[in-house]
Nanobody
Framework: QVQLIESGGGSVQPGGSLRLSCRASGRSFSSGAMAWFRQAPGKEREFVAYPTWTHGRSYYADSVKGRFTISGDKAKSTVFLQMDKLEPEDTAVYYC????????????????????WGQGTQVTVSS
């Protein structure tokens, strides 16, 4: 059974930090793609970050650029999301996503291109 196991969510005050982790179990995604998405209440799921595994650099949503850092171990199918300077607008359920085959650069931001999803981890930023 393939699972993406997420951890690290929680509640934090504005300006604080959290670190999310995602570990794949049941199969390897070392030849494919992994990424982070998020979904706030009443909104569509949106792309957050993609690691520098296949396209030479990491990619971020404009709203998190300069505050979030994605990293990971391709061989271990593990990704992390370091979130600094958190804002109330970052409140959402964060999902790890994966795909067994490579994604072209133009497709990395589309949730429809990923085949496996984690259960989600809640991040709440509030004073």
């Amino acid at each position: 059974q393939v699972q993406l196991i997420e951890s690290g969510g929680g509640s934090v005050q504005p300006g604080g930090s959290l670190r999310l982790s995602c570990r794949a179990s049941g199969r390897s995604f070392s030849s494919g793609a992994m990424a982070w998405f998020r979904q706030a209440p009443g909104k569509e799921r949106e792309f957050v970050a993609y690691p520098t595994w296949t396209h030479g650099r990491s990619y971020y949503a404009d709203s998190v650029k300069g505050r979030f850092t994605i990293s990971g171990d391709k061989a271990k199918s593990t990704v992390f999301l370091q979130m600094d300077k958190l804002e109330p607008e970052d409140t959402a359920v964060y999902y790890c996503a994966a795909r067994t085959s490579r994604l072209v650069l133009s497709a990395i931001r589309g949730p429809e291109h990923y085949d496996y999803w984690g259960q989600g981890t809640q991040v709440t930023v509030s004073s």
